[in-house]
Nanobody
Framework: QVRLVESGGGLVQSGGSLRLSCAAS????????MGWYRQAPGKQRELVAT???????NYADSVKGRFTISRDNAKNTAYLQMNSLKPDDTAVYYCKATMIWRRDYWGQGTQVTVSS
């Protein structure tokens, strides 16, 4: 089992930056992919970015060139650096860990609000 705790959300002006963190505990040795997803009011949860244990990354087209996902295995933490934020980036951001046996775990989410 894995527990994920996100932090770093908040209110920022358009064009600003935030860095989200996702701290993992528990069966961390079995985590394969870590990812960030977001859900805006009235919308479905969507992929933002993922990073594998081999550090291969994947991004949604809407965030390419602005967001960077990374992971520090020594600290059991994944990060999402978000630059050039736009009001459309406003959402609750969730961290997900996919285990080597393909089970998913989710964090509780952190709110990101971008004002225009």
């Amino acid at each position: 089992q894995v527990r994920l705790v996100e932090s770093g959300g908040g209110l920022v002006q358009s064009g600003g930056s935030l860095r989200l963190s996702c701290a993992a505990s528990g069966d961390i040795f079995a985590i394969n992919t870590m990812g960030w997803y977001r859900q805006a009011p009235g919308k479905q949860r969507e992929l933002v970015a993922t990073i594998t244990s081999g550090e291969s990354t994947n991004y949604a087209d809407s965030v390419k060139g602005r967001f960077t996902i990374s992971r520090d295995n020594a600290k059991n933490t994944a990060y999402l650096q978000m630059n050039s934020l736009k009001p459309d980036d406003t959402a609750v951001y969730y961290c997900k860990a996919t285990m080597i046996w393909r089970r998913d775990y989710w964090g509780q989410g952190t709110q990101v609000t971008v004002s225009s």
